[in-house]
Each structure stands twice: as structure tokens, then as C-alpha cells.
């Protein structure tokens, strides 16, 4: 029996450091590649990442018995991606399929902003009739972001899921929310916890206010709502109470994987029998170890020490 299943996208990151500069836009802040030049990069750095695998790593390093559901390709970054769930202690219960694994080009930026390009290949192929059900003996399931048919599957496994008693914590992208509440009402309506940003919480509920985005996300059809806001708050709601919390001021090196990082360790969290302070504050040192440091991964927190940097 799984503690929890991880559902969503598994790619080799590649984060390039190209060295140039900021120009100023007339509505943005950009960095310009000049077309057709050569141009020679001060570092090149490869990880693994992917929101199924991230968090399948968060859960695993914060005591949970985990399994990763998910499609991969034939090839070596897909034996990389397998190589690193094994060492992880992550079960692989999904499908390859003779094509290229996903990658993520991470260029640089400035205040620590990356510009991402994302190829999701496989990751976003996942069939519902690909999926073992026999091996989905687990207590939750976790919903990353995930589009086209990984995205019905993850549908249909909210629906089996609920039959079969498993809890749902679902943590959808931007381009998700942008599709609109009637677009997710299959799975939050099935959703036990729901973590997003302030900004895909606005967009989903339509509101502004913290308040009103706190009560609209809860009338979708979740038990908990969480919404984090960068370096400003974060927030939960469980239909009764709101909490908050101040992050701290840390010297952030790189956030890719943060969201991650702090939706898994809120989620653990919960599963544990903590109340949603503790959960809050799981999340929170968890994504603030990893933004100090490159890689989504690299500085995930074990069990015993984050619960050392709560107290």
C-alpha cells in the first residue's frame, strides 16, 4: 500500500547560462537572443524535474511510501528519469512508448526569473487503458500539471479514485486554470487539497480579494484550499478558519521547483496527522531550501530535518 501516487510530467531539465543582459522593453523586461548568432554559454547544468517527479522525490524524502504514474520514452534521459526514482526509493508504475522523453530548456533571467522552454512529449500521452489499476493501492493520489491525454486520465482517476476512498490533492498549472473552473469541475469537485499561486487562484475564482479567492475556491468543491504568493503570504482555508504565514527573507539562487517543493510538503504534511499550521510550514522550508540552490530536486528536505527548521 502506496502512501501516495504522483501523477504528471517527468523531463530532463536544462538550465543555460547564456551570461547576457537585460534590455529594456516598452511593456516587459527582456532578454534578446540575436537571430541567427552563435552564441557561447557560461554554464550549462542538467537535472532532472518534471511536477509527477518532483514531487514524487518531496514525498518520498518526507517518509512516504511513493509510487510515480507517469509515461516516459525510450531513450537514456528516460533511463536517467528511472535511475533517479529507483535511488529516490519511487516506485515506476507507468508506460514507455518508442519516442523522445520531455526536456526543459531553462534560460536565464533576471532577479531569478527563468524563461522556460517545454517539450512535455510523452509525459502528456498517458491513456487511461495504459494505467494498471491493479497497482494503484494508495491512500492519495497527487495531481500535477498535466494537459491532453494525461489530463483525461487524470479526470478518470479522480473518479475512480473517489469510488475506491483515496483522497485527491490536486495542484494544476496556470495554463490549466486559464481554461476555466468549468474545464477542472471533474477533478475539484473530487479534490481534497488544492494548492495554488495568488495569481491562479485569482484567475480561477475571478476575484481579487484574498478573502473572496479563499471562499471561491472552497465553493468549487475542495476540503482545503492553500495559496501561496511568492515572497509576500501564503495562505489556507478549510471552511471554517484562514490561516496565513510570512515567508522568510532567504538569498534566492533559482526557483524552478519551488511551487513543487512547497505544495508536496504541504500535502505530506496532512497525510502525517499534522494541523495546516504545520502543514504550512512543511511547505514553506521545503521550497525555501530548494530556491537556494539549482535544481529542482537537489534540496528537497528529509523528514527530521524539516521538522528541525521549524522549530
Known amino acids: 500500500m502506496y502512501d501516495i501516487i504522483t501523477t504528471g510530467s517527468a523531463l530532463v531539465d536544462i538550465f543555460v547560462d547564456t551570461g547576457l543582459h537585460e534590455i529594456k522593453g516598452k511593456k516587459r523586461r527582456l532578454i534578446a537572443y540575436p537571430a541567427g548568432a552563435k552564441i557561447a554559454v557560461k554554464d550549462l547544468r542538467f537535472s532532472i524535474g518534471g511536477g509527477g517527479t518532483n514531487t514524487g522525490v518531496a514525498f518520498s524524502r518526507l517518509g512516504l511510501k511513493t509510487a510515480y504514474l507517469g509515461k516516459l520514452g525510450n531513450d537514456q534521459a528516460a533511463e536517467q528519469i528511472l535511475n533517479l526514482l ?16 520531455g526536456h526543459s530548456i531553462i534560460l536565464d533571467s533576471f532577479e531569478h526569473h527563468r524563461t522556460i522552454l517545454t517539450y512535455k512529449g510523452p509525459s502528456d500521452m498517458l491513456r487511461f487503458n495504459e494505467v494498471d489499476l491493479s497497482k494503484l493501492k494508495t491512500r492519495w493520489i497527487y495531481f500535477a500539471s498535466a494537459m491532453n491525454e494525461t489530463f483525461k486520465t487524470q479526470e478518470k482517476l479522480a473518479a475512480w479514485a473517489k469510488k475506491n476512498n483515496i483522497k485527491i490533492a490536486f495542484n494544476p498549472s496556470e495554463y490549466e486554470v486559464k481554461l476555466g473552473a468549468k474545464y477542472l469541475k471533474k477533478i475539484l469537485t473530487k479534490t481534497d487539497i488544492l494548492v495554488l499561486n495568488r495569481d491562479e487562484a485569482g484567475i480561477l475564482t475571478k476575484k481579487q480579494d484574498i478573502k473572496r479567492i479563499l471562499f471561491g475556491l472552497i465553493k468549487l468543491g475542495p476540503e482545503i484550499v492553500c495559496v501561496t504568493d511568492g515572497s509576500k503570504m501564503i ?68 523528514w527530521n530535518e524539516a521538522v528541525k527548521r521549524i522549530k
Open 86 to 101: 529507483k535511488k529516490e526509493k519511487i516506485d515506476f508504475i507507468g508506460k514507455k512508448e518508442n519516442c523522445i522523453t
Open 235 to 302: 495562505y489556507a482555508y478549510d471552511g471554517v478558519e484562514i490561516f496565513s504565514l510570512k515567508p522568510h527573507k532567504v538569498r534566492v539562487v533559482e526557483t524552478t521547483g519551488a511551487g513543487d517543493a512547497f505544495a508536496s510538503g504541504f500535502v505530506a504534511g496532512l497525510i502525517k496527522g499534522k494541523d495546516i499550521r504545520f502543514a504550512m510550514k512543511l511547505g514553506l522550508v521545503n521550497s525555501e531550501s530548494v530556491i537556494q540552490h539549482y535544481g529542482a530536486k537537489n534540496k528537497l528536505l528529509k
